[in-house]
């Protein structure tokens, strides 16, 4: 079966959960491979490529402009990975696994926007530098989701009323939402890290 996104997998530990690593704008599956690896050493991992070129940078989904989103084509990419990951879950043989999503800048933002309009194939995510991906989105029942949100608080891609914009819209929905900030702007930190090595595996 051909899966419908150019993809690397990375067999692992099959008690260690199954990770979804999310690259930003311009990056690949090589590269953020390094941060699945430092979430979750052992962890199976299933490395999508964004489908959206913007002037030949990798993306998940269209922007008209810095930070002002082409919502259709949100939905439309959310659903393309939803199903993606979907078949993916059955072509390597994954089951019931559990399976987290972590995604840098727009790898978060389409993690986001699949975790609220999918949470038929996506209940947990961690969001490294997000905000909002739809304005409205639909009032689907999340109280089995668990979603930790990192972000700075001087990104000037990610405004902080952004990202508390989707902490609430995720919590009005019955998520279960953890927050971390820090001091920085637009960038994955070591306590932002360490953090999410700590969600990733709640005693």
């Known amino acids: ?40 050493p052992a962890s199976t991992m299933i490395v ?14 269209r922007r008209l402009a810095e930070g002002v989103f082409d919502v259709d084509d949100v939905v439309y990419r959310a659903g393309q ?3 993606f990951v979907a078949e993916a879950r059955e072509h390597y043989g994954l089951g019931g696994r559990r399976l987290v999503a972590a995604g840098f ?21 961690v969001l490294f530098a ?21 972000n ?6 990610a405004p902080v009323e952004h990202a508390q914009r989707l902490v609430a819209v995720l919590r009005e929905r019955g998520a279960e939402v953890a927050e ?10 070591v306590d932002g890290l360490a953090a999410a090595k700590s969600w990733l595996t709640p005693s």
């Open 152 to 157: 700075g608080r001087q990104d000037p891609m």
């Open 48 to 61: 999508p490529a964004g489908p959206v070129s913007e002037n030949g940078a990798a993306r998940w989904f």
């Open 1 to 40: 079966m051909e899966l419908a996104l150019e993809h690397d997998y990375i067999e692992g530990n099959p008690a260690e959960p199954v990770l979804l690593p999310l690259h930003g704008t311009g990056g690949g599956p090589s590269d953020i491979v390094a941060l699945g690896k430092e979430l979750s």
């Open 105 to 125: 800048s727009n790898g978060a933002n389409i993690a986001a926007a699949v975790t609220l309009l999918r949470p038929d194939v996506l209940t947990e995510a």
């Open 81 to 83: 990975l939803a199903d």
């Open 130 to 150: 997000s905000m909002l991906p739809v304005p409205e989105p639909p009032r689907h029942d999340l109280s089995g989701s668990r979603i930790l949100l990192v």
């Open 180 to 189: 971390h900030w820090h001091a920085g702007g637009h960038q994955i930190t």
